[in-house]
């Protein structure tokens, strides 16, 4: 029986970690953390002043959200702009757990600037979807 | 705590925020970050400019 020859992984000089295995302990951990708290993803990958910015905008932003009353959507089943707002809520992962858990940002919308809250909520989550998928390709080397 | 911002203030705010996250995240040196972070908000204040403009001659 012939010997079929096995391709050997290829050794990434820059990135060696990605060239042997693809998914790292850092390419779970540092989404799963970023996610969690807001730029911590790129603050255990030594990304200091990124994942400072990062903290910032996002966690400004979200305050802000419920500082002007905004509104935080619950896992629902029911209207489609229901289901994406707590969709784009729930990327702001830990933020959105403790004020679930404290049951901030349950008033009605009572003036115009409201709504600009509930859109503040909504887009911080979804700008800490971006920085998490940015943790993840510094993990695997695809970014610097 | 109850904040009202207006219309304006609440679009320049959102403009930063989300240009300083559009910079780190989609470019990779640090320059070119500086630059497409600028970029975006410029367009996002732009842009409010353009729709109040507009928004004023449909008024019309």
Same mark, same amino acid.
């Given at each position: 029986m012939a010997n079929i020859p096995t391709a050997k992984p290829k050794v990434d000089a820059e990135h060696p970690a990605t060239a042997q295995s693809p998914i790292s302990n850092m390419a779970v951990l540092a989404p799963a953390l970023g996610w969690l708290i807001p730029g911590a993803g790129h603050l255990i990958q030594k990304r200091w002043i990124r994942g400072a910015l990062l903290m910032f905008s996002?966690?400004?932003?979200?305050?802000?959200?419920?500082?002007?009353?905004?509104?935080? +959507?619950?896992?629902?089943?029911?209207?489609?702009?229901?289901?994406?707002? #707590?969709?784009?809520?729930?990327?702001?992962?830990?933020?959105?757990?403790?004020?679930?858990?404290?049951?901030?940002?349950?008033?009605?919308? $009572?003036?115009?600037?409201?709504? +600009?809250?509930?859109? #503040?909520?909504?887009?911080?989550?979804?700008?800490?979807?971006?920085?998490?998928?940015d943790a993840y390709h510094i993990a695997i080397g695809k970014k610097q | 705590?109850?904040?009202?911002?207006?219309?304006?203030? $609440?679009?320049?705010?959102? $403009?930063?925020?989300?240009?300083?996250? #559009?910079?780190?995240?989609?470019?990779?040196?640090?320059?070119?970050?500086?630059? +497409?972070?600028?970029?975006?908000? $410029?367009m996002f204040v732009g842009g409010v400019f353009v729709a109040g403009w507009l928004m004023w001659l449909i008024r019309r």
């Open positions: 996002i966690v400004t932003m979200f305050l802000l959200g419920l500082a002007t009353q905004g509104r935080v +959507y619950k896992p629902n089943g029911g209207d489609i702009l229901d289901i994406l707002g #707590f969709v784009g809520d729930v990327g702001a992962g830990g933020l959105y757990i403790l004020t679930r858990a404290m049951d901030w940002g349950q008033v009605a919308v $009572a003036h115009a600037t409201a709504d +600009y809250g509930t859109k #503040f909520l909504i887009v911080s989550g979804l700008l800490n979807f971006i920085a998490v998928a | 705590m109850t904040l009202e911002l207006s219309h304006f203030s $609440a679009a320049v705010l959102f $403009a930063a925020f989300a240009s300083i996250v #559009f910079g780190i995240t989609q470019r990779t040196s640090a320059r070119e970050q500086l630059r +497409y972070g600028l970029y975006c908000f $410029a």
